[in-house]
C-alpha cells in the first residue's frame, strides 16, 4: 500500500511493565455479553492522543503520572486487568486475575510541532515505534486486554498510544476508562463515573427469539481490494456539508451530517470501483445503541459493547444511477430500525448462529467517533491537541474496507469531519472527482441531476424511487 510520510524520526523504548491494580480487587469469572463475543469484535483497536507541555506540570513525567492513575483506575476496573478465556461453544468470560495492563514509556527524538497537521491523523508517522507491538502479547485470548504507551517529546509534551481488546469495550467504554484516568490523574479522589459490569442486560433471551433481519452477518466469500491501495483524506467543513446540502431533495434537508456523508461517500466509492450494476453493495454503519434500551435502561457506568452494524444494501446500478436521496434514504432507514427489540434480537441471532463475522463483500464500514471525545482525555496537561483511532480504517485487518469519520480542522481553523480513504490508485481518481463534483458543480450540472439519470420507475420504501436507466 501507498502510505509513505516524510517525518522520521528516533524512538527508544524502555522495558514493557504490567500495571496491577492498586488495591486488592476480586477473583472472579465473568461473562460477556452476547454482542461483546461475536466474531468480529474480537480484535484489538489501536487509539493515540497527542499532548503539548504544560507550564503547569513542569517537572512532572507523563508515564508516571498516567502509570499511577491507571493502577488506581484499575481498582474499579478491574476485569480489565484480567485475561479473556474462551469456554464451550465459543462463549467469552474474563479470569479476573488482577495480572494487569501492558505499559510501556519511551523517548521520541521529535518535537509536537514537526508533525503537521495531516501527520496527526492517521496513518501516523512512526506509528509501529509509537505503540510497540510487544511481542508474545498480541493475542484475543490470554492476553492483556489493554496496551498502553507513553513516549515523552523532546518539546515537553507527549504521545498516549493504547489498544484495547475490542470484545471488552466499544469506544464510548474505552472513553470512560480514559476518562477515569484523567480525573485520578489530576487528583480526583472520587470518579463521576463509576463502572458496572451488568454485561445480562445485553445478553440472549431465553429462549433466544430473533426477530429482525441481520444481513450484515450473511456469510458471502469476500471480494478483496488488491493490495495496490492508496491513501488520501477528504475534509468535510461548514463549506462542503453545505454543498452536499444543493442536492437534496425538501423533505431529507434534515438528514444528520453522518446520514449524508455515509450516502455520498457510499455512492462516490461504488462509482469508483466500477461494481457491476446487478451486484449487491453495502454499506455497514456502526450505531451506537446505548439509548435505545428503555426497559430497563443501560446504567451510565455500563462499558461493554452496544453497538449495532446493520447493513445498507442496494444493487450498484440503483445506487450509481439514482440521484443522492435514495442513498440518503436507505441509510436513514436502516439507521432508524435500530431499537431495543433489534439489539436482543442481535444478541439471540449470535447464540443461535455461532456468533457470526461480519459479511465484507463489497461492504465499506463507517464509524463515526467524532462525537466520543476522543480528544478530551485530561491527564493534567490539558485536553490534546488531537485525538482518535491510530489507524484510519474499519471493516478488516487491511485497509479498504471500512473508514472513521474523525474530528479535524481546516487550515483556517474551522472544525469538520475528516474521512481517510483507502483506493486502487485509478479508482481514488474517480472517487476524488466524484467528491469534487459535489462541492464544485452547479446543481443542474451534475451528472446525477441529468435528466438521462431519470426513468420509469417502482416505490421503494417511503419516498423514494428504484429508477431503471
Not at 46 to 63: H, T
Not at 109 to 120: I, K, T, Y
Request: aromatic letters at 10%; proline letters at 9%; a neutral charge.
Amino acid at each position: 500500500m501507498n502510505n509513505k510520510t516524510s517525518l522520521v524520526f528516533k524512538v527508544t523504548r524502555q522495558a514493557p511493565e504490567f500495571i496491577t491494580p492498586a488495591q486488592p480487587t476480586p477473583y472472579e469469572i465473568k461473562q460477556l455479553s452476547d454482542i461483546d463475543d461475536q466474531a468480529g469484535l474480537r480484535m484489538h483497536v489501536p487509539g493515540i492522543q497527542f499532548y503539548r507541555s504544560a507550564p503547569s506540570m513542569l517537572g512532572a513525567d507523563p508515564a508516571k503520572v498516567i502509570k499511577e492513575a491507571v493502577s488506581k483506575a484499575l481498582v474499579p476496573f478491574y476485569p480489565l486487568a484480567g485475561r479473556l478465556r474462551e469456554k464451550e461453544g465459543g462463549k467469552l468470560v474474563v479470569e479476573c486475575t488482577a495480572e494487569g495492563v501492558l505499559f510501556t514509556e519511551a523517548d521520541a527524538e521529535v518535537r509536537l510541532d514537526e508533525f503537521s497537521e495531516a501527520q496527526l491523523h492517521p496513518p501516523i508517522p512512526c506509528m509501529d515505534e509509537l505503540l510497540f507491538d510487544v511481542p508474545g502479547y498480541d493475542g484475543v485470548l490470554n492476553s492483556p486486554m489493554l496496551l498502553i504507551q507513553v513516549t515523552r517529546l523532546k518539546c515537553g509534551g507527549f504521545i498516549l498510544t493504547h489498544r484495547i481488546n475490542h470484545a471488552m469495550s466499544d469506544g464510548t467504554g474505552l472513553a470512560q476508562f480514559l476518562n477515569a484516568v484523567g480525573e485520578l490523574a489530576r487528583g480526583a479522589e472520587f470518579l463521576s463515573v463509576y463502572p458496572i459490569w451488568k454485561r445480562d442486560l445485553v445478553s440472549a433471551r431465553d429462549p433466544p427469539q430473533v426477530s429482525c433481519a441481520h444481513r450484515e452477518y450473511e456469510q458471502i466469500p469476500d471480494i478483496p481490494l488488491g493490495d495496490d491501495l492508496v491513501h488520501k483524506p477528504f475534509f468535510f467543513g461548514p463549506t462542503e456539508i453545505s454543498a452536499l446540502h444543493r442536492f437534496l431533495p425538501a423533505h431529507l434537508k434534515s438528514s444528520s451530517t453522518f446520514e449524508i456523508l455515509t450516502a455520498v461517500i457510499w455512492r462516490s466509492r461504488t462509482i469508483a470501483l466500477q461494481i457491476q450494476p446487478n451486484d449487491e453493495v453495502r454499506a455497514r454503519i456502526y450505531v451506537n445503541a446505548r439509548h435505545k434500551f428503555k426497559n430497563p435502561p443501560l446504567p451510565s457506568g455500563y462499558y461493554g459493547n452496544v453497538i449495532a452494524t446493520p447493513n445498507v444494501i442496494s444493487t450498484a446500478g440503483s445506487l450509481t444511477r439514482n440521484p443522492i436521496g435514495y442513498a440518503l434514504e436507505l441509510v436513514k432507514t436502516v439507521k432508524g430500525q435500530v431499537n431495543e427489540e433489534y439489539m436482543k434480537s442481535l444478541a439471540d441471532f449470535m447464540v443461535i448462529n455461532g456468533r457470526p463475522r461480519y459479511t465484507r463483500a463489497h461492504t465499506f464500514s463507517i464509524s463515526d467517533v467524532t462525537r466520543l471525545n476522543l480528544n478530551l482525555f485530561d491527564f493534567g496537561w490539558g485536553p490534546p491537541v488531537q485525538g482518535g483511532p491510530a489507524r484510519g480504517w474499519l471493516g478488516g485487518p487491511t485497509p479498504g474496507y471500512g473508514s472513521f469519520y474523525l474530528a479535524s480542522k481546516n487550515r483556517k481553523g474551522e472544525n469538520g469531519i475528516l474521512v481517510p480513504m483507502y483506493l486502487p490508485p485509478i479508482a481514488m481518481e474517480r472517487f476524488e472527482k466524484e467528491i469534487n463534483g459535489y462541492l464544485n458543480d452547479p446543481v443542474s450540472e451534475h451528472p446525477i441531476c441529468s435528466p438521462r439519470s431519470y426513468g420509469s420507475g417502482l416505490t421503494f420504501g417511503v419516498g423514494v424511487k428504484e429508477v431503471y436507466v
